[in-house]
């Protein structure tokens, strides 16, 4: 996984897989990397294959650490079968995904 | 009785009458978890299901079913393992998780969490992405059954990867087709050494034994050229029109400028069968008889991509080997039938040529003549002529063609014949020279050539002798005492000026006049046998032997044994042609 910051945008990247596996590390390193002064989160899902039950509660929980300070939070560039598991879920809804 | 603790995932793959079955065994973690979706994604694709949505829908679900697994395995319990058993039937796939945790309450009806939960959604998921689904907790064990439809992939699955039972059985099929080949090997040098024997010609042999390499071979069509006259040209071709190229002219170029086999390898087309399309594999091969390129092979198939094995390059190798042998067989025989056809005709020349010659002539107003021709070759471009004139005595020409062989042999001929019809001249030498010089010239001008000539006249009614040389060795006369008197070239021989005026010498008869005209083959220091060195050992030898007055034909058979001529038993061959003609005055 990659991190890096402009314009007040934390924009993560380069991760394969969100699963039971590493979502607790993924949510540890995004607090850790969501300084004061960043203002927005950006999970770039260009490389991301695979994501889980236990991936989409980290996405919620990045959310929801970016709405604490009113910033925004955006999926960029998911491919079709993650696309699929949010839409399944629903959670396409409260996302924003840009493509 | 549940399966032993296990640290390391394993798995493996089976085949029934009602499906296929694949099993995974791994410890329960999340590690082993991702390990079992990707394992079980593999399976799948393995048994040709392509299609990317149900290999992520399996994925997801072994994720979702093992981590349940994990998260209600006990933390206090000794770690035990988990496995997957997925089973492919003809109208579903069944796989089931089977943990050894606690387990929990399967719901009836799994419903999404709040929107902003951050768990609760995997039950959900499986329940969504499955048409059946099951949960037995037993005592020790639980079972997750998932179902989905499934509709068997077109084409027909590929075969499992091999397993080591299946790699030695591959193994023990290649040493089998490995001596299968030798075999064939063997088989084919006495099939073609059979059908060497029943072909006339070397294109019906070649066209019997590509038909036979391209059975043996599973090849669809095949091509065969031999060089003739310098060119690769075609010879025989099976499943193709004879010229077409079963791959390319740069694949074949590049066979004969590297001298290595070259491999047709194309990405299958639309029409597989048609001539006109590349074949889809096969080889291009080169054989040559030391640095010769002897002739190029070529083999494809349309029906398979697969490439000749090594058995079947073997064999046309073998094939190629054998055709380079008969090839050069048969040209070897070529060659000496044409060698034998050569030299019967050089004989039929040489009887031509020698029939030419005069013969014996009886003596004219007191004159008589004598005369030799031996040609270095079986013939030559020397020749004599002398012609009887009206009881006045002879009119002689002697001329040496440049060259030797045939062609100095044909113009040898035509000059004859040019001075033999000037009937009118030969009482002038000088004008017969210069109009045989003005006829002749066109032709000897073509072709590069010359001719050197030496006319005479001897007129005994009026004893006199008039001699015209074009380019040619002295013409010695020489009376009873030994005196001599040599009429010297004066002008250039016969081919070199279009138009050339000559002059002629003439020289009063004397009782005992002895006359000697001869080419230069008696003074060529490369003929290997005794001969003169010079022209004036000529004229000295001639001097000496006329004071004793002989006969022309004694100063013929003089010469011979003086030049040591064929007719003796061991004579060594000629270098250049000898001629001489002696003429006797009395």
């Known amino acids: ?69 009113q910033g925004l939070f955006r999926l960029l560039s998911p491919r079709p079968g993650i696309m699929q598991v949010l839409e399944l879920t629903r959670l396409h809804r409260i996302f924003e995904i840009v493509a | 009785m549940p399966p032993p603790p296990a640290q390391h995932a394993s798995q493996g793959s089976s085949r029934s009458t009602t499906g296929i079955a694949w099993l995974w065994n791994g410890p329960c973690n999340l590690h082993a978890v991702r390990e079992a979706g990707t394992g079980l994604r593999s399976f799948l694709a393995s048994q040709g299901i392509s299609d990317e949505q149900e290999l992520a829908t399996w994925e997801l679900l072994i994720s979702e079913a093992g981590n349940n697994a994990v998260e209600y395995a006990s933390p ?43 768990s609760g959604r995997g039950l959900f998921l499986i329940h969504s992405l499955t048409s059946h689904r099951s949960y037995l907790r037993l005592p020790h064990e639980n079972i997750l059954t998932l179902e989905r439809p499934f509709s068997p992939p077109t084409p027909p699955p590929t075969p499992p990867p091999p397993d080591p039972a299946h790699s030695l059985e591959a193994t023990l099929d290649g040493m089998t087709e490995e001596l299968a080949s030798c075999y064939e090997s063997l088989s084919a040098i006495f099939h073609f050494t059979a059908e060497s024997r029943q072909s006339s010609t070397l294109a019906e042999f070649a066209e019997r034994l590509l038909r036979h390499l391209v059975t043996v071979t599973r090849s669809d069509t095949g091509t065969l050229s031999i060089v003739a006259n310098s060119e690769l040209t075609p010879l025989a071709s099976i499943g193709c029109p004879l010229g077409a190229s079963v791959s390319s002219p740069d694949l074949e170029n590049a066979a004969i400028l590297s001298r290595q086999d070259q491999w047709i390898e194309h990405p299958p087309h639309p029409h597989p069968s048609s001539p006109d399309s590349p074949a889809l594999a096969g080889l291009v091969h080169p054989f040559y008889s030391g640095d010769e390129l002897m002739g190029l092979i070529s083999l494809g198939r349309y029906s398979s991509p697969t490439p000749l094995n090594a058995g079947e390059v073997s064999i046309v190798h073998t094939f190629a080997e054998f055709l380079n042998q008969e090839a050069l067989s048969r040209r070897h025989a070529e060659a000496a039938i044409a060698a034998s056809v050569a030299r019967r005709e050089f004989e039929l020349a040489a009887t031509i040529q020698k029939s030419l010659e005069p013969r014996a002539q009886a003596p004219v107003a007191g004159v008589s003549a004598a005369g030799h021709c031996e040609s270095a070759l ?19 020409v002697i001329a040496d063609v440049m060259g030797k062989g045939v062609a100095a042999s044909m113009m040898a001929a035509v000059t004859r014949s040019v001075f033999r019809s000037m009937h009118e001249l030969h009482q002038s030498p000088a004008r017969a020279v210069a109009r045989a010089a003005s006829q002749l010239y066109d032709d000897f001008d073509r072709l590069e050539m010359f001719v050197t000539v030496a006319v005479g006249f001897v007129d005994n009614r009026s004893r006199l002798i008039r001699i015209a040389n074009a380019g040619h060795c002295p013409v010695i006369v020489a009376d009873a005492s030994g005196n001599l008197v040599e009429v010297m070239p004066s002008h250039p021989p016969i081919g070199i ?15 005992g006049t002895r006359i000697l005209a001869y080419t230069d083959g008696l003074t060529d220091p490369r003929n290997s046998r005794p001969s003169f060195s010079e022209p004036s050992d000529v004229s000295s030898w001639m001097a000496d032997i006329c004071r004793s007055q002989p006969s022309a034909a004694d100063i013929r058979e003089q010469l011979l044994k003086r030049l040591a001529s064929s007719s003796a038993p061991d004579a060594p061959a000629l270098a250049d042609d000898q001629t001489f003609l002696v003429l006797a005055c009395d």
């Open chain 1, 1 to 69: 996984m990659k991190t890096s910051t402009a314009n007040s945008i934390l924009t993560i990247s380069s991760l394969r897989e969100l699963t039971a596996g590493t979502a607790a590390e993924v949510k540890n390193q995004v607090r850790l990397r969501f300084t004061p002064g960043l203002t927005a989160i950006d999970f770039d899902c260009t490389d991301l294959e695979f994501l889980d039950s236990s991936g989409l509660g980290a996405l919620i929980s990045i959310q929801k650490l970016a709405h604490e300070r």
């Open chain 2, 76 to 118: 206090s319990a000794t770690p035990r393992s988990w496995d997957v058993r997925a089973f492919i039937f003809p109208d579903k796939i069944s796989v089931a998780v089977h943990d050894h945790t606690d387990g929990f309450e399967w719901p009836d009806s799994p419903q999404l969490p709040d929107d902003y939960a951050e």
């Open chain 2, 378 to 396: 079986t013939i030559g471009g020397d020749f004599y002529d002398i012609i009887p004139w009206n009881n006045m005595g002879f009119f002689f």
């Open chain 2, 497 to 511: 000026l279009r138009s050339p005026d000559f002059d002629e010498t003439g020289i009063p008869i004397t009782k």
